[in-house]
T-cell receptor, first 118, second 113 residues
Framework: EPEVTQTPSHQVTQMGQEVILRCVPI?????FYWYRQILGQKVEFLVS????????KSEIFDDQFSVERPDGSNFTLKIRSTKLEDSAMYFC????????????????FGEGSWLTVV | KNQVEQSPQSLIILEGKNCTLQ??????????LRWYKQDTGRGPVSLTI?????NTKSNGRYTATLDADTKQSSLHITASQLSDSASYIC????????????FGKGTTLSVSS
């Protein structure tokens, strides 16, 4: 079973610090996503990424957030200056095809990175 | 506004019993609907995916139905096991390219012995 791997599994950071969450998507996948889930709330879309650029982003994904694929395998989410309300589980996901969601292909989620901002 | 509503919010059943979870959506344009299982503190795991033309999709003891006319879906779990205890999330893909995923809040299922 292919899997998306994320690191770190848990990170505690002080407010105002920069955080980088890392993801290794499944190797032949082309679309990548970041989602977050605040404790007790539903999963929220942050950003989708294809062909080395952002294809779509939500209103949550403001200037404090950025994504990149630095080396062709890792996919990172950077939060420049963390706020208390950034505390959440962040999920990376990937999917194989170029037009992934219309075709009904499976989206694979990682196990998440739990970020606590203090 | 695109929304996905799930009911009940939580459910407790005895091991071996069946249950049905509901999902109503107001998403346009509709692309497809997915059910995910999420264990506490873990990432969501896909159970079923249904496109517009599919009415039923099964995955072992999980059977999902879709009525695109009434914009309703259900997830039926038969012969429940303790390991079925988890949150079940309905997710609808929206937009022309289907890149917008609209998540429901999930139904928390507890299976007891």
């Amino acid at each position: 079973e292919p899997e998306v791997t994320q690191t770190p599994s848990h990170q505690v950071t002080q407010m105002g610090q920069e955080v980088i969450l890392r993801c290794v998507p499944i190797s032949n996948h082309l679309y990548f996503y970041w989602y977050r889930q605040i404790l007790g709330q539903k999963v929220e879309f942050l950003v989708s990424f294809y062909n080395n650029e952002i294809s779509e982003k939500s209103e949550i994904f403001d200037d404090q957030f950025s994504v990149e694929r630095p080396d062709g395998s890792n996919f990172t989410l950077k939060i420049r200056s963390t706020k208390l309300e950034d505390s959440a589980m962040y999920f990376c996901a990937s999917i194989r095809d170029r037009a992934p969601l219309n075709s009904g292909n499976t989206i694979y989620f990682g196990e998440g990175s739990w970020l606590t901002v203090v | 506004k695109n929304q996905v509503e799930q009911s009940p919010q939580s459910l407790i059943i005895l091991e071996g019993k069946n249950c049905t979870l509901q999902c109503n959506y107001t998403v346009s344009p509709f692309s497809n609907l997915r059910w995910y299982k999420q264990d506490t503190g873990r990432g969501p795991v896909s159970l079923t995916i249904m496109t517009f033309s599919e009415n039923t999709k099964s995955n072992g003891r999980y059977t999902a139905t879709l009525d695109a006319d009434t914009k309703q879906s259900s997830l039926h779990i038969t012969a429940s096991q303790l390991s079925d205890s988890a949150s079940y999330i309905c997710v609808v893909s929206a937009g022309q390219a289907g890149t917008a995923l609209i998540f429901g809040k999930g139904t928390t299922l507890s299976v007891s012995s």
